[in-house]
């Protein structure tokens, strides 16, 4: 398995695992009855930690949204060079440690750990535009 499938994987799997978190922590903070409604109202005992926890989610969301295409896109294309396996190495690590760090409420760690992942995105993408006939002039 290349690390770019690896990637695509492990950062589904983080996914998961942050709204099985997110679910869990409404549960026990908010009630059973309240995960059943209709979610209308405010979520009853959020809190701090509750809060990090549902931003933690949105940010994995939000860097899938960037991420995954162009890692779907390098291993259908079977592209795997030192910038590809570099990005996904990067992303793998960063988002591995970004979120305890991010639970925790470690501030200027967060987004220390954090940025590698965001510049693996580029990288991702010049990995396969080299790789890629005719994708440069």
């Known amino acids: 398995m290349t690390l770019e499938t690896l990637s695509i994987l492990i950062y589904g799997l983080l996914i998961f695992g942050a709204v ?8 026990l903070t908010a009630g059973l009855a309240f995960g059943f409604s209709n979610r209308e109202g405010v979520q009853p005992g959020m809190g701090a930690v509750g809060r990090r ?44 440690v970004y979120v305890p760090v991010f639970y925790l409420g470690i501030p200027v760690a967060r987004t220390l750990v954090w940025l590698p992942s965001f510049f693996a995105i580029p990288a991702l993408a010049i990995g396969i535009l080299v790789e890629v006939p005719g994708a440069l002039p």
């Open 20 to 27: 099985v978190v997110q679910g869990t922590y409404a549960g």
């Open 53 to 96: 926890i549902d931003m933690t989610l949105a940010n994995l969301k939000e860097g899938a949204i960037m991420y995954m295409p162009l890692a779907l896109l390098a291993v259908s294309l079977g592209v795997s060079n030192e910038w590809t396996s570099g990005a996904a190495l990067l992303t793998i690590i960063s988002r591995l």
